[in-house]
């Protein structure tokens, strides 16, 4: 957890990079439910599309906590969406995980989801909550804290990898600006 914790120490476009290729792990059920991060968005404090933007809110709270929480929002009426909290002091600054590689408790994942198709269990924010069965309570947990239901788990066989950086999915605000990226040629983001 000590080289997560110097990832997230750096600034969120950086962290937003910088944390593809590693994992996002729950266990929850008695599952052990494993996905290779492989898509990101960062969100800044003075981002016009950032939950953080205007202020601080009951429902963005999390997002001004210290880095390596998670925030997790419901969206649509019916999607969560999950982040990593990356600067302290009250910043209001993450990176929402896009999408996974779904690598271990595949079956259960399909389950979640109730489809079987491996390229899109995890194609997406809400699928790879669903698949990997995190929810709202799930909001504000120690990330780095590998007791904790969901943390993050350093991948210390990165494979070389080139990063693409595009413009973010989704948003109507801020969309020109190159805040989304993902591992070139990885067949589970969510869309080109």
Same mark, same amino acid.
């Given at each position: 957890?000590?080289?997560?914790?110097?990832?997230?120490?750096?600034?969120?476009?950086?962290?937003?990079?910088?944390?593809?290729?590693?994992?996002?792990?729950?266990?929850?059920?008695?599952?052990?439910?494993?996905?290779?991060?492989?898509?990101?968005?960062?969100?800044?404090?003075?981002?016009?599309?950032?939950?953080?933007?205007?202020?601080?809110?009951?429902?963005?709270?999390?997002?001004?906590?210290?880095?390596?929480?998670?925030?997790?929002?419901?969206?649509?009426?019916?999607?969560?969406?999950?982040?990593?909290?990356?600067?302290?002091?009250?910043?209001?600054?993450?990176?929402?995980?896009?999408? /996974?590689?779904?690598?271990?408790?595949?079956?259960?994942?399909? #389950?979640?989801? %109730? @489809?079987? =198709?491996? !390229?899109? *269990?995890?194609?997406?924010?809400?699928?790879?909550?669903?698949?990997?069965?995190?929810?709202?309570?799930?909001?504000?947990?120690?990330?780095?804290?590998?007791?904790?239901?969901?943390?993050?788990?350093?991948?210390?066989? /990165?494979?070389?990898?080139?990063?693409?950086?595009?413009?973010? #999915?989704?948003? %109507? @605000?801020? =969309?020109? !600006?190159? *805040?989304?990226?993902?591992?070139?040629?990885?067949?589970?983001?969510?869309?080109?």
């Amino acid at each position: 957890m000590d080289k997560l914790k110097e990832i997230l120490k750096l600034n969120t476009i950086t962290v937003a990079k910088k944390l593809l290729g590693h994992y996002l792990v729950t266990k929850k059920d008695g599952y052990l439910l494993i996905g290779k991060i492989v898509e990101t968005e960062a969100y800044l404090n003075n981002d016009p599309a950032s939950h953080s933007f205007s202020k601080m809110t009951q429902r963005n709270a999390m997002m001004f906590e210290k880095s390596g929480t998670s925030y997790i929002y419901f969206t649509y009426g019916m999607h969560y969406c999950m982040n990593v909290v990356t600067s302290d002091n009250g910043i209001g600054e993450a990176v929402l995980i896009r999408a /996974l590689e779904p690598i271990q408790g595949i079956d259960q994942m399909q #389950i979640n989801r %109730s @489809k079987t =198709k491996l !390229k899109d *269990l995890c194609s997406s924010p809400a699928k790879l909550t669903q698949a990997l069965n995190i929810e709202l309570s799930d909001n504000g947990l120690d990330l780095l804290n590998t007791n904790s239901c969901i943390h993050l788990k350093f991948n210390d066989r /990165l494979d070389n990898f080139n990063i693409v950086e595009t413009q973010r #999915i989704g948003i %109507s @605000k801020a =969309k020109e !600006k190159l *805040l989304r990226f993902y591992i070139q040629d990885n067949k589970y983001i969510s869309s080109k």
